[in-house]
C-alpha cells in the first residue's frame, strides 16, 4: 500500500483519555497495546489527551499526568512513528482534547479513538486505504468487545447502532463522530470552530456534505 505522507506518519491516531485515577492510565496502556499490534504501527504517530470533567477526582488524590502517562507508555515508543501525550492545561470534553491535539500533530490523516475503543489489527491499513479514494472522512463499524454483557450491548445499540456490524464499506450520510478518520484540512481549516463542530458530531458532518465531501464506513472494535 502507498503511503499518505511525505517521509513521515501516514496517520495520526489522536486518543481522549476520559477515565480518572489509576484506571486513567490502564486504559492509555491497553489502546496504545492495540495500536502497537497495527499491521501499519510504524506509520502512526500516537497523540494522547487525558480529559478531565471538572468535579471529577479527590483533590487529595489527583488523576495521574501527562509525566505520569509518558512514562507508563515508554516502553511503546518504538512501535510507533513517534507518541505523545500533550499537556494542554485542563480540558473538559472530547472535542476540547482533540482540538488541542490535532495541531500537535503531522499526518495527512488524522483518526480519532476513544480509550475504550480497541482497533482491530488491520483498523488502520483499511482507514488509509480508504483514504486513497475519494472519501473526506472515513467512520467505523462498530462491534462488542465485551458480548456476554446485556449492559454491554445496551450501552452499545444506544450509542452506536447505526454503525454495529458487520456491513460492507459504503458511502453514508453519516458516522460515529467520536471514532473516524479525516483528512487533516477538514479538521485544520475550522481553526478556533473544531470544538464546536465536534461537540456534536453531526455538525461537522453536515458542514462536509453541504461543501459535497463524501464519507465512507469501516470497520473496528469498541468495548462500551
Do not use: K
Not at 479527590?58 to 510507533?80: H, K, Q, W
Not at 476540547?96 to 482497533?119: I, K
Not at 485544520?188 to 465531501?213: D, I, M, W
Amino acid at each position: 500500500m502507498t503511503g499518505l505522507g511525505t517521509g513521515g506518519a501516514d496517520m495520526a491516531v489522536v486518543v481522549a483519555l476520559t477515565s480518572s485515577g489509576d484506571v486513567l492510565v490502564r486504559n492509555a496502556i491497553a489502546v496504545v497495546e492495540y495500536l502497537e499490534r497495527q499491521t501499519v504501527s510504524p506509520s502512526l504517530e500516537v497523540c494522547l489527551v487525558a480529559v478531565a470533567p471538572p468535579s471529577a477526582g479527590d483533590p487529595a488524590e489527583p488523576d495521574p499526568g501527562a509525566e505520569d502517562i509518558r512514562r507508563a507508555l515508554t516502553p511503546y515508543e518504538s512501535a510507533f512513528r513517534s507518541i505523545a501525550v500533550v499537556d494542554p492545561g485542563p480540558v473538559h470534553t472530547v472535542p476540547e482534547a482533540v482540538a488541542a491535539a490535532v495541531p500537535r500533530t503531522e499526518a495527512p490523516v488524522v483518526a480519532l479513538l476513544e480509550d475504550h475503543a480497541f482497533p482491530a489489527p488491520d483498523w488502520a491499513e483499511g482507514l488509509l486505504r480508504a483514504m486513497q479514494g475519494p472519501w473526506t472522512a472515513v467512520g467505523c463499524v462498530m462491534d462488542n468487545a465485551n458480548p456476554a454483557s446485556a449492559l454491554s450491548w445496551a450501552n452499545l445499540l444506544l450509542a452506536y447502532g447505526a454503525w454495529v456490524g458487520p456491513r460492507q464499506p459504503e458511502e453514508t450520510d453519516d458516522i460515529a463522530a467520536h471514532n473516524v478518520a479525516y483528512r487533516r484540512e477538514v479538521l485544520t481549516e475550522l481553526g478556533a470552530e473544531l470544538v464546536q463542530a465536534l461537540e456534536r458530531g453531526s455538525t461537522l458532518h453536515q458542514r462536509l456534505r453541504q461543501r459535497g465531501g463524501r464519507r465512507q464506513g469501516d470497520r473496528r472494535r469498541r468495548q462500551p
